[in-house]
């Protein structure tokens, strides 16, 4: 499993949640929402410090991970993160 973040989801995190460089950004899963994976849940993002993790990736030095207890959501598929045009909100897509 990777995470992948556009450039674009990057510059929403400085503006929306003033993550700073040494900061680290969780993906979790939450009950209830809608998701293309896993019905009834959906994917929510927290600043957050690292315990045990499935995945991650630094991107001008913040980590973006995911944690082993939330890692059955993503039944084997990548992490894209991008932002909606429209929306202005980060969106979410799945690539095995």
């Known amino acids: ?7 674009d989801a990057l510059d929403w995190f400085k503006k929306e949640m ?9 993906f979790f899963v939450r ?5 293309k994976l896993q019905p009834g849940f959906s994917l929510g993002v927290t600043k957050d410090q690292p315990y045990e993790i499935a995945a991650e990736v630094e991107q001008d030095k ?3 991970f995911i944690e082993q207890t ?9 992490l894209d993160v991008s932002v909606n045009d ?3 909100e980060l969106d ?5």
Not at 1 to 7: D, F, P, R, T, V
Not at 18 to 26: I, Q, S, Y
Not at 92 to 96: F, N
């Open 86 to 88: 429209d929306l202005h």
């Open 31 to 35: 009950y209830g929402g809608s998701s």
């Open 1 to 7: 499993m990777q995470i992948n973040i556009s450039n």
């Open 62 to 64: 913040v980590t973006y």
């Open 92 to 96: 979410y897509s799945y690539t095995k």
């Open 70 to 78: 939330d890692a059955w959501y993503f039944d084997g598929h990548n």
């Open 18 to 26: 003033e993550v700073t460089p040494g900061e680290a950004v969780r």
